[in-house]
């Protein structure tokens, strides 16, 4: 295993891992905040950092078929969610690409400072 290199983002609101405060999206790349994860509500991102996936798996969501990645946490390994690899339902093809993070598993820091952690 190498050396953890961590994105540190700019912005007056950035949500960070629950965990270890962690960078991992800007409050601008929310898609959507009516969504649900495993352990309840959950926000849809369009683009997020120092993450790792997991293995890809079907499952059957709310809304269908999806091929989907768990995501962790790069520095604490904690799971935050999981991001879109591949929808079935012509409806659902927005969301590939794209990542659940669970509002449990995530803080909003308005600090305005990229670098406090």
């Not at 946490?73 to 993070?101: D, P, R, T």
Request: glycine share 8%; with cysteine; aromatic share 10%.
């Amino acid at each position: 295993m190498g050396k953890m290199f961590k994105v540190y983002l700019c912005g007056t609101s950035i949500y960070s891992c629950s965990s270890c405060h962690t960078h991992l999206a800007k409050h601008d790349q929310i898609v959507s905040k009516a969504f649900q994860g495993r352990h309840g509500r959950a926000f849809l991102f369009s683009n997020v950092v120092n993450i790792t996936l997991g293995p890809k798996e079907d499952r059957i969501l709310i809304t269908g078929l999806h091929t989907v990645a768990d995501c962790y946490c790069n520095c604490c390994q904690a799971i935050l969610g999981w991001k879109y690899v591949e929808a079935f339902e012509e409806s659902q093809k927005y969301k590939e690409g794209k990542c659940i993070i669970e509002k449990a598993r995530m803080a909003l820091d308005t600090a305005g400072s990229a670098l406090d952690d």
